[in-house]
C-alpha cells in the first residue's frame, strides 16, 4: 500500500525535527542550514504532486508567517520559524485546520502552563517582590515571566534569563530577553556585582528559562499528525448544531 503524501513528507520533517531538538536542548543553538534538505524534499514532491492549491497553502502559512514576523522582531528565536515554515511547506492540504496551525496551538500549552506557574508562585511569595527595587523597567511583568533564584543557585544554573539587572543604584528591571543573548556574559555581571557588595550570593534575582521551543513544536507536530482531520470535522459539527 502506497504511503499517503502527509505521511511521505512528514518522514524528513519528523527526521530534521528530531536533529533540531538535540540541538535546541543541548547547545540552544541550531544551524539555519539543518533546515535546507527536508524543505527542499517536500517542496518538491508537494509541487510535482500538484499539492499547493493557493487557499489551502497561504492559510497553512500563516502561522508560520506570523512566527517568521516575531522572529524579525527577536520576540522568538529564528528556528522556531524556520521549523513552521518547514512544517507548512510540507502539509498544505487539510480538512478541517492546517496541520501548521495545530502545531502552533499546541506547542504554546508548556509556556503558557509556566506562566501560570509563575503568576502563582510569585503571588505566594509577593513580599519578595515587593521588595525588589527595579530603577529602570517595572516588575510587574515579573509577576508572569519569571520566578526568583538565589545569586549562589543562579550562577550554577545554565541558560536562564537573567530578568534583573544587578545595578550599583538598583536593578535593571527587563522581561525582553534577548535570543542571542549571551548567558555567561550576564553571569559575570552578577559575580561582578557580588565582588563589589551590590548584592550578596543570598540574594534573589529572578530568571526565566531559555526554553527548547523546537521541542514543544516537534511534539505538538507529532500530535497534530496523529488528530484525525475527520475527528475535527466532527468535533466542529456538532458544535455548529
Known amino acids: 500500500m502506497p504511503l499517503s503524501p502527509d505521511i511521505v513528507t512528514a518522514i524528513p520533517v519528523a527526521a530534521t525535527l528530531t536533529y533540531a531538538t538535540y540541538r535546541d536542548l543541548k ?22 504532486l500538484g499539492r499547493y492549491e493557493p487557499i489551502h497553502t497561504i492559510f497553512s502559512f500563516l502561522p508560520a508567517i506570523a512566527l517568521l514576523a516575531m522572529a524579525f522582531l527577536d520576540l522568538i528565536g529564528g528556528a522556531d520559524a524556520l521549523a513552521m515554515l518547514l512544517i507548512a511547506a510540507a502539509h498544505p492540504s487539510f480538512l478541517v485546520l492546517p496541520i501548521s496551525l495545530l502545531t502552533v496551538a499546541l506547542s504554546v500549552i508548556p509556556p503558557l502552563a509556566l506562566i501560570i506557574y509563575y503568576l502563582v508562585l510569585n503571588l505566594v511569595h509577593k513580599e519578595e517582590l515587593d521588595r525588589l527595587g527595579c530603577v529602570e523597567g517595572s516588575k510587574k511583568p515579573l509577576l508572569f515571566m519569571g520566578r526568583p533564584l538565589s545569586v549562589s543557585d543562579y550562577l550554577k544554573s545554565k541558560y536562564l534569563f537573567l530578568l534583573t539587572v544587578p545595578t550599583e543604584r538598583g536593578f535593571r528591571c527587563s522581561v525582553s530577553a534577548d535570543v542571542d543573548i549571551d548567558f555567561e556574559q550576564e553571569k559575570r555581571i552578577v559575580m561582578d556585582a557580588v565582588r563589589k557588595g551590590i548584592i550578596s550570593e543570598d540574594s534573589l534575582v529572578w530568571v ?34
Not at 542550514?33 to 527536508?38: D, Y
Not at 513544536?217 to 500530535?223: A, E, K, M, R
Open 27 to 48: 547547545y540552544r543553538d541550531i544551524p539555519e542550514l539543518t533546515w535546507v534538505p527536508a524543505a527542499v524534499f517536500v517542496i518538491a514532491y508537494n509541487v510535482y
Open 208 to 241: 526565566s528559562p531559555a526554553l527548547p521551543h523546537i521541542a514543544f513544536i516537534f511534539v505538538g507536530y507529532i500530535i497534530s499528525l496523529l488528530i484525525p482531520q475527520d475527528f475535527l470535522l466532527t468535533l466542529f459539527l456538532r458544535r455548529g448544531q
